[in-house]
């Protein structure tokens, strides 16, 4: 079993600050791709970026240049740090990886964090 669990969200004012953390914990062999995503209210689910293992990333055109993906594979852990944040940044942020445990590879979700950015 592999559990993710998120940390860092908030409340902000717009143009400030926050750090995502998600750690992943359990039978892990190995972490391909990890990512984030958001979830506004009454919205789809959306990509906000991915980052490999190889440390390639990839962000959503919206947040390039304010947001950046970054990962500790000696910790299972990824991060987003979020800069110049807008309100409508708001959202419950999740945590994304693709896992391989002993014998199988599949995607594995956190509970999710708030983010709430106010104008």
């Known amino acids: 079993q592999v559990q993710l669990v998120e940390s860092g969200g908030g409340l902000v004012q717009a143009g400030g600050s926050l750090r995502l953390s998600c750690a992943a914990s359990g039978s892990i062999r190995r972490i391909n791709s990890m990512g984030w995503y958001r979830q506004a209210p009454g919205k789809q689910r959306e990509l906000v970026a991915t980052i490999a293992s190889d440390g390639s990333t990839n962000y959503n055109y919206s947040v390039k240049g304010r947001f950046t993906i970054s990962r500790d594979n000696a910790k299972n852990t990824v991060y987003l740090q979020m800069n110049s944040l807008k309100p409508e940044d708001t959202a419950v942020y999740y945590c994304?990886?693709?896992?391989?445990?002993?014998?199988?590879?599949?995607?594995?979700w956190g509970q999710g964090t708030q983010v709430i950015v106010s104008s």
């Open positions: 994304n990886a693709n896992v391989m445990t002993a014998d199988l590879l599949r995607g594995y």
